[in-house]
């Protein structure tokens, strides 16, 4: 985890140990003289001639003259080196699982900086991993009651996520409808949360119109929409819904094209992403899917040597395939037959997984061998793959002509 301090990551440039001496005052200024000396800057630096410093000093003034920001300012001003370290190394405690020790530095950043929001949302996950709920549900009370009021929508949105990445959908779910109903802006503060949820709980009829309305939300093209789009391929791909397809590509497409001035590395993290989803449904044997992950490798990088190798061959096998789905939902089709087709496709592409759910599904091995004996059934079988299945029949023609000859030679045997 990058360790950043709450100021620095809130305010930009102005780092954490320099508010009072942008205003020109010492730490113990009251809040009258704070007040005075904005006022007085902010017309030595107007928005119009110095917006850069002129947003600096606003800033820094939203923090100081706020008691409660100004006591949390002062504390980690007064601990920053100290606290950072500790709470780092309190979250790498809980990634290890050593929850006494991490739970004893969080305390300990705490008791100096209680306002000090990382260390107590490192608290509640750390209870949450250890599936201590009760303390899980204290520490997110205490949140949600000691920040200020105009954050509290951001730690319910912090709460939320934690459940999320723990693996509790159904209880973050319950939050954010609950803060949704309490306030409606929340419904597109949480949408991305609320996509997380429906697809861990497979719920992707609901997941798939927010996926879409983020999309239509996103303003400009960045390197982190890739995780966005994947997700919206994977979805319209449970769903079935291809007719979505030519919409994914006109924005995959854009997308690409932004992201021509990206430096090198951004550019091959998203072809190793594109990748890994090609691998991994290939794998499993969803070609249609595979070959449309191909297809956008192609677009944003036509020299990927897959790309140059798979392309065209990929799309030759999801044809196929589509025509196998067909085969095993024909009950017309002799059962034998079908099998064999499968492991024809099997024996040319390596989507063993395919022949293997099929099969069991269809028939146990003994049954098969009994079905494998009626030999006339067999013989109309693939008579019947000629007239109905024409591309199965032509790909493996060689296999199915020899198989035809040994079939025919042992009914006129019998």
């Known amino acids: 985890m990058e360790k950043k301090t709450a100021h ?48 600096k000093v606003t800033k820094i ?14 504390i980690w001003r007064k601990y920053e080196g100290y606290l950072e370290e500790v709470l780092y190394k309190a979250l790498e405690y809980t990634s290890q699982k050593n929850w006494a020790q991490a739970e004893e530095l969080f305390n300990t950043v705490l008791k100096k900086a209680p306002h000090l929001v990382e260390a107590r949302v490192g608290l509640a996950q750390m ?7 009760e303390q899980f549900n204290d520490q997110v009370q205490i949140l949600l009651k000691n920040g ?21 959908a159904e209880e973050a779910l319950d939050l954010l409808n609950e803060a949704c109903h309490e306030n409606e802006e929340c419904m597109d503060m949480y949408r991305v949360l609320f996509i997380q949820i429906y697809q861990l709980l497979e719920r992707e009829e609901e997941a798939l119109p927010l996926i879409e309305k983020e999309v239509a939300s996103l303003e400009q093209q960045e ?24 919409e994914i590509q ?14 090198e590395e951004n550019k091959q993290v998203i072809a190793d992403l594109l990748m890994n989803e090609y691998e991994a449904y290939f794998a499993e044997g969803y070609l249609r899917v595979a070959a449309f992950y191909l297809d956008l490798i192609h677009d944003f990088n036509p020299k990927h040597p897959t790309v ?20 095993t939902a024909d009950s017309d089709v002799f059962t034998p037959v079908t099998l064999k087709a499968l492991q024809l496709f099997y024996e040319e592409t390596g989507v063993k997984d395919v022949i293997m759910e099929y099969a069991t599904q269809m028939m146990p091995p003994e049954l098969i061998a009994q079905f494998e004996t009626k030999t006339e059934d067999y013989v109309a079988g693939i008579r019947y793959v000629q007239q109905q299945y024409p591309l199965i029949y032509h790909r493996y023609q060689k296999q199915w002509d020899q198989l035809l000859e040994e079939k025919a030679a042992a009914l006129s045997s019998e």
């Open 8 to 55: 620095n990551e809130r305010n930009g440039k102005v780092t954490a140990d320099d508010y009072y001496k942008v205003l020109k005052l010492g730490s113990n200024a009251s809040q009258e003289e704070i007040e005075e000396k904005y006022a007085e800057l902010i017309v030595q630096y107007s928005s119009d001639e110095d917006p850069e410093e002129f947003e």
């Open 61 to 74: 003034y939203d923090i100081l003259r706020d008691p409660i920001e100004r006591q949390k300012y002062d």
């Open 127 to 133: 209870y949450l991993l250890k599936e201590d709920m």
């Open 148 to 168: 200020n009021p105009e954050e509290y929508w951001d730690m319910v949105g912090i709460t939320g996520k934690l459940l999320i990445n723990a693996g509790y």
């Open 223 to 246: 390197l982190d929409c890739i995780y966005l789009y994947i997700m919206w391929i994977n979805t319209v791909a449970v769903l079935n819904k291809w007719e979505r397809a030519h």
């Open 250 to 263: 006109r924005t995959m497409q854009n997308f690409f094209q932004a992201m021509q001035e990206e430096e």
């Open 308 to 327: 140059q190798e798979f392309r065209q061959k990929l799309k030759e096998w999801d044809k196929v395939q589509q025509e196998i789905n067909r085969m």
